[in-house]
């Protein structure tokens, strides 16, 4: 079974601190991502990635930055936490689309509290 | 850009009976891929099932199956037989067909709360 696993099921920061959220997959996968989960906002990516040290922005990139160095770890960074950024954080991973479809596979989750 | 609507915030069903939730969609690709995730409370995010848009067949994984509807970008998901254990947020998501060395984004809708009573 592929498992994705996320540092930390909760966190408490406080506004201006770094963060380091931290994803690790055992399943060799090229492709992560991270979203962030909100009510009524649905999943929105913040950014991904499909390889080594490549990395695109999503959606909602801002106030965030990330970093893969290995295959297996994708680490997203807040660099000044702010009390906006106060959300639930869900990291994922894919094989690449080869013939199209590639299934994504998701961790437990962080959820992020800033005060 | 890619939109994904879901327009049911919360559903309730009982157990044993049937449920409907809906999903629409905006592209101006012709080829994509359509999926529909369960969050259940406190545990991750699985896929239930998934859709290929050049397929007119509809999708079925056992009591889930979908109504497709490509000309009205319409992809609802039906649960047959519902259990307690299918109780949780339901997301439906697109993806378009992703080329060599990007990755297949997904674009969620809000979700849909479902909640099973006995």
């Known amino acids: 079974d592929v498992k994705v696993t996320q540092s930390s099921r909760y966190l408490v920061k406080r506004t201006g601190e770094k963060v380091f959220l931290e994803c690790v997959q055992d399943?060799?996968?090229?492709?992560m991502f991270w979203y962030r989960q909100d009510p009524g906002l649905g999943l929105r990516l913040i950014y991904f990635s499909y390889d080594v040290k490549m990395k695109e922005k999503g959606d909602i990139p801002e106030g965030y930055s990330v970093s893969r160095e290995k295959k297996e770890r994708f680490s997203l960074i807040l660099e000044s936490a702010s009390t906006n950024q106060t959300s639930m954080y869900l990291c994922a991973s894919s094989t690449p689309p080869e013939g199209g479809f590639n299934e994504q596979f998701f961790g437990p989750g962080t959820r992020l509290t800033v005060l | 850009a890619q939109t994904v609507t879901q327009s049911q915030p919360e559903m309730s069903v009982q157990e044993a009976e049937t449920v409907t939730l809906s999903c629409t969609y905006d592209?101006?690709?012709?080829?994509?891929?359509l999926f529909w995730y369960k969050q259940p409370p406190s545990r991750q995010m699985i896929l239930v099932i998934r859709q290929e848009a050049y397929k007119q067949q509809n999708a079925t994984e056992n009591r889930f199956s979908v109504n497709f509807q490509k000309a009205a970008k319409s992809f609802s998901l039906k649960i047959s037989d519902s259990q307690l254990g299918d109780a949780a947020m339901y997301f439906c998501a697109y993806s378009r067909l992703g080329n060599t060395g990007t990755a297949s984004k997904l674009t969620f809708g809000t979700g849909t709360r479902l909640q099973v009573t006995l």
């Open positions: 399943m060799d996968h090229e492709n």
């Open positions: 592209t101006s690709e012709s080829d994509y891929y």
